[in-house]
């Protein structure tokens, strides 16, 4: 059984930064494609990032990139994305998947 479980989301003022983690354990961590979605209030769930298996190719969604990076430590089966120059509009939950397997989520609040 696939079990994720998020970490490292809090309150932060415009421009600063956060890294959120994802622990995976139950499945072989370091074939499958991982992602960051994320949802806002009042909003549909939305793909943020995804980095594949192997190569570790990333993806992000026009919103984010340039200053979000996933990135993967499958020695330590963990998922990774690094936030920087935050907006108010980052705010939402975030939710990393792996097959068809969610975490719990961590809250990204950005506000000054």
């Known amino acids: 059984q696939v079990q994720l479980v998020e970490s490292g989301g809090g309150l932060v003022q415009p421009g600063g930064s956060l890294r959120l983690s994802c622990a995976a354990s139950?499945?072989?961590?370091?074939?499958?494609?991982m992602s960051w979605y994320r949802q806002a209030p009042g909003k549909q769930r939305e793909l943020v990032a995804q980095i594949t298996g192997g190569p570790g190719i990333a993806n992000y969604a026009d919103s984010v990139r340039g200053r979000f990076t996933i990135s993967r430590d499958n020695a330590k089966n963990t998922l990774y994305l690094q936030m920087n120059s935050l907006k108010p509009e980052d705010t939402a939950v975030y939710y990393c998947?792996?097959?068809?397997?969610w975490g719990q989520g961590t809250q990204v609040t950005v506000s000054s």
């Open positions: 139950g499945t072989i961590f370091s074939i499958y494609t």
């Open positions: 998947r792996l097959i068809n397997s």
